[in-house]
């Protein structure tokens, strides 16, 4: 491990949660399969829960000895679905990585993005979330235990000139409603928190160099640490939250930003 490079995921299994079902939107790719990976290695019988091909579903669920089930996050009734299948098949929902989110092109300034734009982002990466906590609940509530984890963005706390405008407004939602939540189900044994990742090196942010390295190369300048993160640090986080160790721990904005929210002037 290097001042400016993650040490590497070592594989040890910690067995923190064991016994444990996790459900993950978006889990065939970027963040979400990397989390369920972790997941996995940590003892939880992991829920692949994305829009993709069966065919790239079922690898990801393969990989970690879970299970595909293929939902479209804006359709209430597949969001239903999942959970009920998820307790049909291991008796419990226990942790929920609401994850799905998209950032399209032409999500720009206000003054650029049209309202079928503007709509699409929040359906994907509000609504959804929405849809996810307000069906994964009442199986939580019934066990008296379980962990949301809802995946905001760093952009949900502070602003940028180099607007996503529905993208931002959509996370600061997330934000809001992880928050409240959280606090109205924390003494019933429910946590529920929002995890603000700053820029990852996922398909989102490859697409985005690809388009414009200009806009993406002025958002590297803002990181302390120098560097985009890596989805397995995110997944660390994830893993984290959805534990026991952090029982103490909800209505929170969990930053791993690599510094950008608490940054003046960033160095040299």
């Known amino acids: 491990m290097t001042e400016n490079n993650p040490a590497p ?16 939107t978006g889990g065939a790719s970027g963040i979400g399969l990397a989390t369920a990976k972790r997941l996995a290695h940590e003892g939880a019988k992991v829920v692949i829960a994305d829009i993709c091909s069966p065919e790239v ?74 849809y996810c906590c307000k069906h994964v609940i009442p199986y939580m509530l019934e066990q008296k ?6 995946t905001a963005s760093f952009v949900a706390v502070m602003g940028a000139a180099t607007s996503q405008i529905s993208y931002s407004a959509s996370k600061g939602g997330v934000l809001s409603m992880s928050r ?7 003494r019933q044994g429910i946590r529920v928190n929002a995890l603000c990742p700053g820029p990852v090196n996922t ?3 490859t697409e985005l160099f690809a388009n414009d390295p200009e806009r993406a190369a002025r958002r590297l300048v803002h990181v302390p640490l120098g560097r ?15 534990s026991d160790d952090s029982s103490f721990i909800t209505a929170s904005q969990f930053l791993v ?11 040299e």
């Open 9 to 24: 995921y070592n594989g040890l299994v910690s067995n923190r949660l064991e016994g444990r079902s996790a459900v993950i």
């Open 257 to 267: 930003d690599g510094g950008i929210a608490g940054a003046y002037v960033t160095p």
């Open 180 to 186: 409240e939540l959280g606090v109205e189900f924390a």
């Open 57 to 130: 579903g079922q690898a990801a669920a393969d990989m970690v000895g879970g299970i595909f089930i293929r939902t479209d996050v804006t359709n209430e009734e597949d969001v239903i679905n999942v959970f009920k299948v998820t307790n049909e098949r291991f008796g419990s929902v226990d942790i929920a990585f609401n994850n799905a989110g998209i950032s399209p092109a032409d999500d720009a300034s206000i003054l650029d993005t049209g309202i079928d734009a503007w709509r699409k982002v929040q359906e994907v990466n509000l609504t959804s979330v929405f």
């Open 203 to 205: 398909p989102l942010l």
């Open 228 to 242: 985009f993160a890596d989805p397995d640090e995110l997944a660390a986080a994830v893993a984290f939250l959805a």
């Open 145 to 150: 235990r379980g962990s949301i984890i809802n």
